[in-house]
């Protein structure tokens, strides 16, 4: 007998991805619905069967309730779990039994996605036992980065322009509804073309401090901090900060204290960030604050995994880099709730002993460790050009649908939304 789920989607990323996705569910046999949030919900899905959101968060809870019931839902897929609009309806979902799909930026990039059950990051059901990872890596495939798809930049940025062209109607049609980012798109948009100017303006010298880094890296040793998004979930939610900050000011701290004298800090700034905040600024009085001014670098562009390659240790809160820093082999240590803070791959003491006793990860564990989350938590695809789109959804229909539903099928698989062949491991 054929299962028929009954899928209820939430808030996605600002693409055609979630419309697609359902539209290649209901092909499937499945019953698939959405609630809009916003004006830019509304845009991007055109699977019809609608449910639009116009009351106020604290009648969220009510509201989802009466969907489940009403409408059977056996299965809600959402990206990002500590959105607003998404934390009642997940704490709800579970508690009556009601399976979590929950999508998010991958967590190797830039050729995947992460998808699991229940929450991803630091809400990620995935042990943080080595042991654990060496048992389940046995049988599995050695995964390599996917099949690549070109992603450029424009359509992204386009993609988001156009969810947020609508926001203004927002006020009209969603009233009620909080939104996950604090500040307008206006405000943001306008941050971005502050940024791209400065970061154009300061690119030679960039590029001259990363080259003095590098060349100099035998006698000077340098950390790398890696900056992420100073409102990002991941920091707001998963970690001790405000925001990031407060974070580089702690590292910035403890380095000035702790580090040897003849060790360099510098400092990457995150290639989305909107330029809002103006670290340059900081670091520079938080450097003569703790006369190392000489010793500190800010770097609005570089070559990440040139960095990676030479720097002596990694000072992260969460950011993916760390995972790239695990790759490299670097010393590597996580401020906040990291999915590889792992005994074995980060460094387990403090951040102020991680300066003079930082060690290099177990390489072999950190092998294991990757092909069991790629195995678990990652699709093969992408959510911003439409070979990514289509990769993307014909693989996430693999972890979504049980694999007996989906082989009893004689459905038509040559749709342009769901086709695609699948890349991404090789064997061990």
Not at 26 to 55: A, L, M
Request: glycine letters at 8%; hydrophobic letters at 40%; charged letters at 20%.
């Amino acid at each position: 007998m054929i299962h028929r789920q009954h899928f209820l989607f939430l808030q996605g990323v600002c693409s055609p991805f979630f419309s697609a996705l359902g539209g290649a569910l209901r092909q499937r046999g499945h019953r698939v619905q959405k609630v809009n949030f916003s004006v830019g919900d509304s845009v991007y899905w055109r699977q019809g069967e609608t449910i639009p959101y116009r009351g106020s968060m604290s009648g969220l809870k009510d509201f989802y309730r009466v969907q489940y019931d009403k409408n059977k839902i056996t299965d809600i897929v959402l990206f990002g779990d500590c959105r607003p609009v998404h934390r009642p309806a997940i704490l709800l979902a579970k508690a009556l039994g009601i399976t979590v799909h929950v999508f998010e930026e991958g967590y190797f990039r830039p050729y995947w996605i992460t998808l699991e059950r229940g929450g991803v990051n630091g809400n990620s059901e995935l042990s943080s036992d080595p042991d654990w990872y060496r048992r389940e890596a046995k049988g599995l495939p050695h995964f390599d980065n996917g099949q690549s798809f070109p992603s450029p930049f424009w359509k992204r940025a386009a993609y988001d322009v156009g969810y947020n062209f609508w926001a203004g109607a927002n006020r009209i049609f969603h009233n009620g509804v909080r939104s996950h980012v604090p500040y307008s798109p206006l405000t943001e948009y306008l941050g971005y073309a502050k940024r791209g100017a400065k970061v154009k303006f300061n690119a030679s010298s960039s590029r001259r401090a990363e080259a003095q880094l590098i060349a100099e890296a035998k006698n000077a040793p340098f950390y790398l901090m890696p900056l992420q998004l100073a409102t990002d979930a991941q920091i707001v939610h998963h970690s001790p900060y405000a925001n990031m900050a407060e974070a580089l000011y702690e590292a910035v701290a403890s380095f000035a204290r702790h580090a040897p004298p003849h060790t360099r800090f510098a400092t990457k700034i995150h290639p989305l960030d909107p330029g809002l905040v103006d670290y340059r600024s900081l670091l520079k009085s938080w450097a003569c604050e703790f006369g190392i001014l000489e010793r500190v670098f800010l770097l609005d562009s570089g070559n990440l995994p040139a960095l990676l390659s030479h720097t002596v240790g990694v000072v992260t809160v969460n950011s993916t880099v760390g995972a790239s820093a695990l790759l490299h082999g670097r010393p590597t240590f996580a401020m906040g709730k990291a999915l590889y803070n792992i005994k074995g791959l980060t460094f387990q003491e403090s951040l102020d002993s991680f300066w003079l006793k930082g060690r290099k990860p177990d390489a072999q564990l950190f092998k294991n460790y990757r092909d069991v989350v790629i195995s678990k938590t990652q699709v093969n695809g992408g959510f911003y050009s439409a070979a990514g789109i289509r990769l993307a959804v014909k693989n996430s229909i693999e972890k979504i649908v049980p694999k007996s539903f989906a082989l009893g099928l004689a459905g038509n698989t040559s749709s342009p939304n769901i086709s695609g062949k699948v890349l991404g491991h090789t064997k061990k």
